[in-house]
């Protein structure tokens, strides 16, 4: 019944989002925080038990809980549990008020708020970034921050789930990605030293877990937008040295959307998308410079494709029902 839950949960965000602090989050905060304060030792069977720890530990909760109401209660409270769990652990109007502020300040001619939105947001020096290069960046984040908060977890949910495990892949690609950037941000900013092992190990893990997840993205934001030109710009990134996930996910956003892309190197903080790596002028070779109207394509873009998501993952829950 992954449809039940993707789609109360989706519903549910839209009506009642969480807000900044929540106390699900500062939980989680609190717990990754606790892990690595505990057991980080500085070397690197340190650095993967004290991962398992944080990440592993509450995705295996989430997972017993979800078998225990399956067994004891009733399918209709272990759904209604996946989709609890899938509501705390999506995210789109966690960060689409940001772009929503930079796009009406883009909108009235105010490019110096704009700016300072920007900079607030990613906690990068935006200042006198001409126009072009703000909505670029705008873009850019905005992509990858749907792709961490709605359909990478919509990918390992509904893979985890297919397989009898409820919301278990929704905990294991949040957790995952959070305790990556969060860990490097403490250790930056110096509020909790955090060993380089831990850290290497969590991005390590970062990038396995996102690798289906991102092709996924990919593949989706090619079908619902230009397919021709997604695909190719997907093919040019993969011939770079070194290709990322995040690379791949705004390759294929360039090419659907056809705009020039080529990113920037940036650093993960806790509210902030900036990848870290360029995408080369061969991936975007050709294609125009963004513009405001670019800002509203993007939005049709994701919402396509939020949409093409709901409808399979109908289309699978009633041919299992039929079958």
């Known amino acids: 019944m992954s449809f039940i839950s993707v789609l109360f949960a989706l519903l549910l965000e839209q009506a009642r989002p969480l807000n900044r602090g929540n106390i699900i989050h500062a939980a989680v905060r609190s717990w990754v925080r606790w892990s690595a304060r505990t057991l980080d030792a500085g070397k690197p069977v340190h650095g993967w038990l004290v991962w398992g720890l944080a990440v592993g530990g509450p995705s295996l909760v989430a997972m017993v809980i979800y078998w225990l109401l399956g067994y004891w209660v009733g399918w209709p409270l272990a759904v209604l549990w996946s989709a609890l769990v899938l509501y705390a652990s999506l995210g789109f109007r966690q960060f689409s008020f940001h772009f929503t502020q930079i796009r009406d300040a883009l909108a009235q001619g105010d490019d110096a708020l704009a700016q300072r939105l920007l900079a607030d947001w990613q906690h990068a020096d935006a200042k006198d970034l001409p126009r072009a290069e703000i909505i670029s960046r705008v873009i850019e984040a905005s992509v990858l921050a749907a792709h961490r908060h709605v359909f990478g977890v919509l990918a390992w949910f509904s893979v985890l789930a297919a397989l009898g495990m409820g919301p278990v892949g929704a905990v294991l690609y949040r957790l995952g990605e959070f305790v990556a950037r969060y860990w490097q941000h403490q250790s930056e900013s110096h509020h909790q030293p955090i060993s380089d092992a831990l850290q290497a190990q969590a991005r390590q893990a970062w990038a396995v877990i996102d690798w289906l997840p991102a092709r996924v993205t990919a593949i989706s934001f090619a079908v619902v937008g230009n397919f021709e030109e997604a695909i190719d710009a997907w093919r040019r990134y993969a011939q770079q040295a070194e290709p990322r996930n995040d690379g791949l996910v705004l390759a294929a956003t360039a090419g ?61 829950t009633l041919a299992r029902l039929l079958g």
């Open 256 to 316: 659907a959307v056809n705009i020039a892309l080529r990113s920037h190197v940036g650093r993960a903080y806790p509210d902030a998308y900036a990848p870290a790596m360029t995408l080369s002028d061969d991936v975007t070779a050709g294609r125009p410079t963004p513009e405001l109207p670019h800002l509203a394509i993007v939005v049709g873009l994701v919402w396509r494709t939020v949409v093409m998501w709901v409808l399979l993952l109908a289309l699978l």
